[in-house]
């Protein structure tokens, strides 16, 4: 397929893009970008509509041949297991997962839409953050419900899957040896998760049915119990869009400090619930990293990445000192590379 591999990664407050060479994956794209906080008030675009149209009037400019796009979506539920090319039936499939990842799959989803009807007759290809974990052993997939609904989809997925298969990838470039020992990822920035890998597959993970659980967010909660949600419907009168509302988008770094979700805010406030959500964040680090380790039997690596995790040093060496107790082991911190993954999967699909 001639023209130029497009990739689209459309998150909860930022677009990035990136061009690359079909016939050189291996090296840098050619032409990348991003726009970030969007809707925050701090940058150009109000709204991710308005981001991709910038986007797509950026590669007009350049009046560059686009020969396939790549699309990072959040959520594959129970009928995505690897990537795929994008026609209706699959926008259609995607499209109800929404409630599953509202901060995500929206937005996603608006990705496709302006690559479709810019790139009209361009293959598109959809690849899933959930599809890395699918071979996790069905133990560490279940809740402690009946199997009725685990049959039904209500299951632990984990995300971040694009982020992680990164990480590995250019762990078996670099250290293979290292690469199938026992591995924990801390995937930390304004979506935070955790994922222990062994022998290059992901064993299990801190998010679960959806991007909400795990490690507590800039804007969402994390762990939190059930009970909670039937309190805010029962007995506090809130309707489930309420609390849908609120768990997502007024809770977690922002719903403790009510400051900011943004941890470079937090760490240079002087106000003591600044300093209470940093304190709240690492301490859940360090208990989901427990609990990773206990999947694992044992740690031989750490690698951090993402926003906080790559560019927060002072934040990550208090998350390497609390962690002592595990033991001795290794640390690196990396920068994941998702639109690479998205390429090299669009590519062997177009």
């Keep these: 397929m001639p023209g130029h591999l497009l990739t689209l990664n459309a998150g909860s407050s930022s677009v990035k893009f990136a061009l690359f060479d079909r016939d050189a994956l291996q090296a840098p794209p050619m032409f990348s970008g991003q726009v970030d906080e969007i809707g925050l008030g701090h940058s150009a675009a109000a709204t991710h509509d308005e981001a991709l149209a910038d986007v797509m009037a950026q590669l007009r400019s350049r009046k560059l041949r686009i020969g396939a796009v790549g699309h990072r979506i959040v959520h594959g539920g129970s009928h995505f297991s690897e990537p795929v090319r994008i026609d209706d039936a699959a926008v259609a499939q995607i499209s109800e997962l929404i409630p599953l990842a509202p901060l995500h799959q929206p937005h996603n989803l ?7 009807q810019a790139f009209a007759d361009v293959p598109q290809v959809a690849c ?5 974990h699918i071979l996790q052993p069905e133990l560490n997939r279940r ?4 199997q009725r609904l685990f049959d039904a989809g209500v299951r632990r997925y984990g995300f971040h899957g694009l982020s992680y298969e990164s990480i590995l990838s250019q762990l078996m470039t670099d250290e293979p040896e290292r690469a199938r020992s026992r591995v924990v990822v ?3 920035g304004n979506g935070a998760s955790m994922c222990a890998m062994y022998q290059g597959q992901s064993i299990a993970t801190t998010m679960s049915f959806s991007p909400l659980d795990g490690l507590p967010m800039g804007t969402r909660c994390g762990r939190l119990d059930a009970a909670v949600v039937l309190h805010l ?3 506090l009168g809130q309707t489930p869009e309420q609390v849908v509302q609120l768990l997502f988008r007024e809770s977690g770094l922002l719903g403790l400090s009510g400051l900011s979700s943004d941890m470079r805010t937090l760490e240079k406030s002087d106000l003591p619930h ?3 959500a940093v304190d709240y964040f690492v301490e859940h ?8 380790v206990a999947a694992l039997r044992g740690i031989d690596l ?6 906080i995790g790559e560019n927060a040093t002072g934040l990550r060496q208090r998350i390497v000192d609390g962690a002592a107790w595990l033991g001795s082991f290794d640390v690196r911190v990396m920068r994941t590379n998702e639109e690479a993954v998205i390429a090299r999967h669009t590519a062997a699909l177009t």
């Design 128 to 132: 899933f953050d959930t599809a890395f």
């Design 233 to 235: 419907i029962q007995q």
């Design 110 to 116: 608006a990705g496709v839409r302006a690559a479709r």
């Design 302 to 307: 750490l690698v951090f990445t993402g926003g």
């Design 285 to 292: 680090v360090l208990r989901e990293l427990a609990g990773m």
């Design 274 to 276: 600044a300093a209470m």
């Design 186 to 188: 801390a995937h930390l």
């Design 143 to 146: 809740f402690a419900l009946p």
